[in-house]
């Protein structure tokens, strides 16, 4: 991810919390903040958590290590960050991210809980993945009381997203929308995808801002 060239824009942001998939370990254990923490395979890409603000903070218990995700909280909000990746030829991207969900179901119920992070899925490959597949994954944390907050907050169905969070290479004409936000269903809350005409030199993947109500 080479983080060191986008810390800056990063936390120009004021993020409480940044989810930082393809990040470097060194990225993540060197940064000066309250709450770090870091999951992979390889030291130069994997997924790291930073927490900035002033919070109470817990690390969960993850178990088995899929690729890749991290349950913590932040008062008392209980966060799965995910970056779906490649575990075995079968368990893939949306299936690893069916398998983290069903891990952790209980801590996903909590009436203030968040699964996000990069997904590398969408309604429109489900045909790629029959019998695990996006839209199923949306129905299963439907059922544990989450929805996107984009889906939400547009009106829009999964499959007919408007506004991308991925560009292949880094190509304004190769779109597409992978990553997400899912959120607990009675938390009110707003999310932001940073511009492509912003974000392009620094990420082929644009910034979710989520700003969610304080109780």
């Known amino acids: 991810m080479g983080f060191a060239k986008k810390r800056q824009p990063v936390e120009a942001l004021q993020p409480d919390v940044a989810i930082l998939p393809e990040v470097s370990m060194k990225a993540i254990t060197e940064s000066d903040v309250p709450f770090k923490t870091w999951v992979g395979s390889n030291p130069n890409k994997g997924l790291g958590v930073l927490g900035y603000g002033d919070r109470t903070y817990v690390e969960h218990e993850a178990g088995r290590l899929l690729p890749w995700h991290i349950p913590f909280s932040v008062d008392g909000m209980n966060i799965v960050a995910l970056w779906a990746h490649v575990h075995t030829r079968q368990l893939r991207y949306v299936r690893v991210t069916h398998e983290i969900v069903d891990r952790h179901q209980e801590f996903l119920r909590h009436p203030r809980s968040l699964l996000t992070g990069d997904f590398n899925s969408s309604a429109l490959w489900d045909k790629l993945h029959p019998s695990r597949n996006h839209s199923m994954l949306v129905d299963k944390l439907e059922h544990l009381g989450l929805d996107s907050v984009y ?65």
């Open 151 to 215: 889906h939400r907050q547009e009106s829009l169905a999964q499959g007919g997203e408007e506004h991308p969070t991925f560009f292949a290479g880094r190509n304004p004409e190769k779109p597409h929308h992978i990553d997400y936000a899912f959120l607990s269903s009675g938390i009110p809350a707003k999310l932001t995808i940073g511009r492509y005409e912003d974000w392009l030199p620094h990420s082929d993947h644009m910034p979710l801002i989520l700003d969610i109500a304080q109780d």
